[in-house]
């Protein structure tokens, strides 16, 4: 049922509703409403607010949907960073859900974003049916295991890590200083991976953090090589659990695990696996393919909690992005890409060769028709079009063209972003 009331007007923040708007914004994620003085100030100087929007009520004069975006850059199959405006705080009050409100700032944002000339837009859905519509498709997919040690058949004896690799315990200073770095090198080699700003680094290591976060402070560590170049870095937390007999229960909860080289990871996830009194890891978001399970004597000793889709993209230019990856063999394809909000919709010959992909508007027959949405599934190489043509999502028109897709746009990992945003 749609209200009478007069309809909400949406507009870009100034600093004067950024309380309001910090209230509206808890209304819609169901934390207690009213931020204090102390979160307002400490989260005014992040905010841009010329890519903020709300919506206000003309009667009540209050905010009652969020919405925001920021620059991001996305690590496409092969490595290229592309431009992405990432898509946050989307929130529509329970007094106004349903009247079309988030449909109106998405798409004054999605058109924004395509002026910039951003190539996608990305955004953590809530939900899964919440963004299809706006021409969204899941990119890329998380596994989360609970890793039970005393199941796992690991040597107890473990001590460090056998390649002449060193673990230390550091702080978060220091992880702000080094891990910007560090991350850069590895997102730069794993598709999927999303730029961090310093501000996350600060999120994440406890620096102007607002009470509202419930941070607290997590154990951090580095993996230097033999030859003590830093590959690698974990952020973990513990609980303090027992059981009744006096033994101990503790869990280990992996907040951010990244590493440049296979060695740092085996090596990182070997020592979370050894802590004593730690009898449970919690491995937190990994890419479906993490080596987790199977650095494991016992891989069944990591039970799967979560798997779920995570990143999804939205692509808002179809010729930069198919020419920014990268694709597993030679071969060319008529793609026919249909985009029912006008952004990037057409007919597009794209060509792959030894010396990088061209992707251009043609009037050739397609070989393949699909929705911009299912494009952005297929985008960090995490879908299959033979899976999508099955389901009658993707219509083949040229006999074999969905298997020789899949053989150009398939990568030999699996995407993964390990940020939620
Ligand atoms: C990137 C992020 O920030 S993810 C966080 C998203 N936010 C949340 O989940 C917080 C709680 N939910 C909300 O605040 C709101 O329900 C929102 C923002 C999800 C939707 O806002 P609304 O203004 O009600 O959406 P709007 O009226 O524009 O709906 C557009 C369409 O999406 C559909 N839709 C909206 N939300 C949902 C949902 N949660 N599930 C299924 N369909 C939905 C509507 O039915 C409508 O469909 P139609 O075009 O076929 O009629």
Redesign the pocket.
């Known amino acids: 049922m749609t209200s009478d009331a007069a309809a909400p007007v949406v507009r870009t923040l100034t600093e004067d509703d950024f309380p309001d708007w910090l209230r509206a914004l808890h209304t819609?994620?169901l934390r207690p409403p009213t931020p204090s003085a102390e979160e307002v100030a400490i989260r005014l100087p992040y905010q841009d607010f010329a890519r903020t929007r709300g919506a206000f009520d003309p009667d009540t004069g209050r905010c009652v949907?969020t919405f925001r975006s920021f620059a991001q850059e996305v690590t496409a199959v092969g490595g290229a960073a592309v431009p992405a405006s990432a898509?946050?705080?989307?929130?529509?009050?329970p007094t106004?859900?349903?009247?079309?409100?988030?449909?109106?700032m998405?798409r004054a944002e999605l058109a924004e974003s395509r002026e910039r000339g951003d190539v996608l837009a990305t955004?953590?859905?809530?939900?899964y049916?919440?963004?299809g519509?706006f021409g969204f498709g899941p990119a890329s997919w998380l596994t989360h295991w609970r890793v039970d040690l005393r199941r796992a058949g690991l040597d107890p004896r473990w001590s460090g890590p056998e390649d002449g690799g060193r673990i230390d315990l550091v702080d978060g200073a220091t992880v702000r200083k080094l891990g910007p770095e560090l991350y850069d090198r590895v997102r730069a080699v794993r598709h999927g991976m999303v730029s961090r700003s310093a501000r996350d680094w600060q999120r994440r290591t406890g620096e102007d953090v607002p009470a509202s976060d419930r941070w607290t402070e997590p154990f951090h560590a580095t993996y230097r090589s033999a030859s003590g170049e830093l590959e690698g870095y974990v952020a973990y937390a513990a609980d303090e659990t027992w059981d009744d007999g006096k033994q101990p229960m503790n869990t280990a909860t992996v907040r951010d695990l990244v590493a440049l080289t296979p060695a740092a990871e085996r090596a990182l996830w070997r020592y979370v696996c050894a802590i004593d009194w730690v009898t449970l890891v919690d491995s937190g978001h990994r890419a479906p393919d993490d080596l987790l399970p199977l650095l494991l004597p016992d891989p069944r000793a990591a039970r799967v909690v979560t798997h779920a889709d995570m990143m999804w993209v939205r692509i808002l230019d179809v010729v930069r992005a198919l020419e920014a990856r990268t694709y597993a063999t030679e071969g060319s394809l008529v793609l026919d890409v249909r985009d029912a909000d006008g952004l990037t919709g057409g007919r597009f010959l794209l060509d792959a060769s030894r010396d990088g992909a061209s992707c251009t508007p043609t009037a050739t027959r397609a070989d393949l028709a699909l929705d911009v949405a299912d494009l952005g599934a297929l985008y960090l190489g995490d879908e299959s079009v033979t899976r999508l043509a099955a389901l009658g999502r993707v219509e083949e028109a040229t006999t074999g063209a969905a298997a020789r897709a899949d053989v150009l746009f398939r990568a030999s990992r699996r995407a993964w972003c390990p940020d939620i945003f």
């Open positions: 819609g994620f949907a898509v946050s705080a989307v929130t529509v009050s106004h859900r349903r009247r079309g409100l988030l449909g109106r998405m955004l953590i859905a809530a939900e049916p919440i963004y519509r």
